[in-house]
């Protein structure tokens, strides 16, 4: 069972700042939200990780609204290497396991010369 | 580099043969993650251990497939009697104790090609 939703696809010309959205209306009082990045033949780099308000790292900015049922990736002025597919998943804090880690089709990113 | 490694990277077979990967997580992690990713999609999962002990597996991983980590450390991914449907990339994760089981990271995978 699907648990977000994204964009399928987003186009930004590079040195723009790109904002990906990703909605989980169900999202559960453990819930963790989590954004991966992957490339071509590599597999997904974990990127941000938050519960709520913003959370920033070298690489990117991640806002949650208050009611957390959506989220924004924020990727600060995109060059050509940050064309890939990125992923939000949203998963449970306090399970250790994966079963139900569902990382659907993702948002292919593609920056224009 | 310390990453998570997975050997071999491309693995081409013919229908029915058997396959085993192998994945090597990070040295103090101690859950082990496989997914399988065909084109176009994310990952699938397919089953995690703890250690050694093989906690979940996904209804995805048929009888065919079967995933060992004998001391808590490298970790077998075998297909029997490959097919063609079985063509997909396989990715192995790890991640430690004390982090959200979403904080995983990935090994480069090992594409498979059924022929």
């Known amino acids: 069972l699907a648990k977000t939703t994204q964009p399928i696809s987003m186009d930004s010309y590079e040195g723009q700042e790109v904002n990906i959205t990703c909605s989980h209306n169900?999202?559960?009082?453990?819930?963790?939200i989590t954004w991966y990045q992957q490339f071509p033949s590599q597999g997904p780099r974990f990127i941000i990780q938050?519960?709520?308000t913003k959370v920033t790292n070298e690489v990117a900015s991640l806002f949650i609204p208050a009611d957390r049922k959506s989220s924004t990736l924020s990727l600060p002025r995109v060059s050509l290497s940050d064309t890939a597919v990125y992923y939000c998943?949203?998963?449970?804090?306090?399970?250790?396991?994966?079963?139900?880690?569902?990382f659907g089709t993702g948002t292919r990113l593609t920056v224009i010369p | 580099d310390t990453g998570v490694s997975q050997d071999p990277r491309h693995k081409i077979t013919k229908r029915g043969q058997n396959v085993t990967f192998r994945c090597d997580p990070i040295?103090?992690?101690?859950?082990l993650y496989w997914y399988r990713q065909t084109l176009g999609q994310g990952p699938e999962f397919l089953t995690y251990?703890?250690?050694?002990?093989?906690?979940?597996k996904s209804r995805l991983l048929s009888d065919r497939f079967s995933a060992e980590r004998p001391k808590g450390s490298f970790s077998t991914l075998e297909i029997q009697r490959t097919e063609q449907g079985d063509s997909a990339m396989y990715l192995c994760?790890?991640?430690?104790?004390?982090?959200?089981?979403?904080?995983?990271?990935f090994g480069p995978g090992t594409r498979l090609t059924v022929l």
């Open positions: 994760a790890s991640s430690p104790v004390g982090t959200p089981r979403d904080t995983q990271y």
């Open positions: 169900n999202i559960a009082t453990n819930d963790y």
């Open positions: 938050g519960y709520k």
């Open positions: 998943l949203v998963g449970d804090m306090t399970v250790t396991g994966a079963n139900n880690l569902f």
């Open positions: 040295s103090e992690h101690n859950r």
């Open positions: 251990f703890q250690n050694e002990a093989q906690l979940e």
